[in-house]
């Protein structure tokens, strides 16, 4: 835990920008943006290129326009003109490039581990599947009992990852809320029951070390997480 909080404290040293940037992240506007770092080499693409490859494109239509008419809301001014400001919401086109341009300022944070951790993801399907992610930004927990909860398909693959010291990882002590009496956002600090993790997956070398299946569907990978910018022997 004393690694973690240790996390916490450089997401306070962090700019205001790159601050907007990752509570956008802690919102459902998070899906969006892993749909669209999904895409094969979606920085090169244009709107329209990115939209057309999209793994779920209906689910991300339905939170697009959710989440810009929940904006229109009066209760909700202040959420868009600061936190979301810079979101356009224009047209499906816009609000793409606005994620990418929020994915850019989050990869360009400077935030790491200062010692070797050991993480866990639950991955839940309802086909036989080994992807550990199709997105680069990866959640993860440092708490195994805190992933327990994400079983909630037939086929699940828990992932115990050792990550190297000096990795580049995402801490977020915030999160905004959608309340459903009244579809206001709301800004709050985060409890730390999922003492989630983010890990940047395309910048980590990923080593399957060992594979062991238990009873009701549940496979578990031991993988070690090396860093990609340090010299390995």
Do not use: W
Request: charged share 30%; net charge negative; glycine share 0%.
């Amino acid at each position: 835990m004393e690694e973690y909080n240790e996390l916490v404290e450089q997401y306070e040293l962090l700019t205001e920008e790159e601050k907007r940037a990752c509570l956008i992240y802690k919102s459902r506007l998070s899906f969006l943006i892993n749909e669209i770092t999904a895409v094969p080499n979606f920085l090169d693409l244009d709107a329209d290129a990115i939209y057309h490859n999209l793994n779920n494109p209906q689910q991300f239509l339905e939170i697009y326009l959710k989440y810009k008419k929940i904006l229109e809301k009066p209760n909700n001014f202040f959420m868009k003109l600061s936190i979301m400001n810079s979101l356009k919401f224009d047209t499906i086109q816009s609000i793409i490039d606005s994620l990418k341009q929020v994915y850019v300022t989050i990869l360009n944070i400077n935030m790491a581990t200062n010692q070797d951790i050991k993480l866990y993801r639950m991955v839940s399907t309802k086909e036989p599947n080994h992807s550990i992610s199709k997105s680069n930004l990866v959640s993860t927990s440092i708490d195994v009992d805190c992933v327990e909860k994400f079983m909630i398909y037939p086929y699940n693959q828990l992932y115990q990852i050792d990550l190297e010291a000096g990795s580049k990882v995402l801490v977020i002590p915030y999160r905004i809320l959608l309340d459903s009496k009244d579809n206001s956002l709301k800004i709050t600090k985060d409890d730390f029951s999922q003492k989630e993790v983010v890990i940047f997956k395309d910048e980590l070398i990923l080593e399957e070390k060992s594979t062991k299946e238990y009873e009701d569907n549940l496979t578990v990978y031991k993988v070690v997480a090396k860093n990609k910018k340090i010299k390995h022997l």
